[in-house]
T-cell receptor, first 112, second 116 residues
C-alpha cells in the first residue's frame, strides 16, 4: 500500500519568500502524484498533478512541483509567496485504480 | 470545473441519532466516490470507496454497519452514520471521480458532525 510523508507540519514565511514543501511517498510501482490546497473554510482544490512525462509540473497560482523518482519525492515550490497562499497543503498519491492516499498536510502561514 | 456538492455542511445532534450526509456530483458522472474522515490537525483518512451500483469497500477498522454507504446513481452517494456517539464527531469529506483512475478526485466542502 502507498503512504505519503510530509515533512513540515507548519511553515511560516514572509511575503515574497520562496516556498518549498517536502513530500515523499512509498510505493514500488507506478504512481500518480497530486498536491491539493485547502484554504480556510473551503474545500480541497487541486493545485497540480503528475501522471507521466516531464517531471517538472506547473500548476495554478504559480505553483510547481518536481517528481524525482530516485528519491520518491514530489516537492511543491513557489518562487514568491503571497498572503493569499495561506492555507493547508496536502500531498497525495494513488496507484492505478486505487483511491488517493494523503499526507498529514502542511499548514502555510504567510505574514506581511 | 467539476463540482461536488456535499450536504449538510454542519450537523449537531444528540447521541443515538442517525445522520445522513449526501454527496452529489453536479456536472460529471461520478463512477467512483470516496468518503474520508478528517480529525483536527490530521490528514484525511479514507473510510470507504464506492462504485455506482455496487457495495462499498471499507478500509480496515471502519465499521460497515456503523457507516452505511449507498451509491445508487452516478451523481449521488450517501453516508449514514447510524446511532452516532460523541466519538463519531468529526469532519467528513466526500470525493468523486469519473470513470478513469487517472482522473483527479474532486472534493465536497465537507460536513462537520458534532454529537452531543
Amino acid at each position: 500500500a502507498q503512504s505519503v510523508s510530509q515533512h513540515n507540519h507548519h511553515v511560516i514565511l514572509s511575503e515574497a519568500a520562496s516556498l518549498e514543501l517536502g513530500c515523499n511517498y512509498s510505493y514500488g510501482g507506478t504512481v500518480n502524484l497530486f498536491w491539493y490546497v485547502q484554504y480556510p473554510g473551503q474545500h480541497l482544490q487541486l493545485l497540480l498533478k503528475y501522471f507521466s512525462g516531464d517531471p517538472l509540473v506547473k500548476g495554478i497560482k504559480g505553483f510547481e512541483a518536481e517528481f524525482i523518482k530516485s528519491k520518491f519525492s514530489f516537492n511543491l515550490r513557489k518562487p514568491s509567496v503571497q498572503w493569499s497562499d495561506t492555507a493547508e497543503y496536502f500531498c497525495a498519491v494513488n496507484a492505478r485504480n486505487t483511491p488517493l492516499v494523503f499526507g498529514k498536510g502542511t499548514r502555510l502561514s504567510v505574514i506581511a | 470545473g467539476a463540482v461536488v456538492s456535499q450536504h449538510p455542511s454542519r450537523v449537531i445532534c444528540k447521541s443515538g441519532t442517525s445522520v445522513k450526509i449526501e454527496c452529489r456530483s453536479l456536472d460529471f458522472q461520478a463512477t467512483t466516490m470516496f468518503w474520508y474522515r478528517q480529525f483536527p490537525k490530521q490528514s484525511l483518512m479514507l473510510m470507504a470507496t464506492s462504485n455506482e451500483g455496487s457495495k462499498a469497500t471499507y478500509e480496515q477498522g471502519v465499521e460497515k454497519d456503523k457507516f452505511l454507504i449507498n451509491h445508487a446513481s452516478l451523481t449521488l452517494s450517501t453516508l449514514t452514520v447510524t446511532s452516532a456517539h460523541p466519538e463519531d464527531s468529526s469532519f467528513y469529506i466526500c470525493s468523486a471521480r469519473g470513470q478513469y483512475s487517472n482522473q483527479p478526485q474532486h472534493f465536497g466542502d465537507g460536513t462537520r458532525l458534532s454529537i452531543l
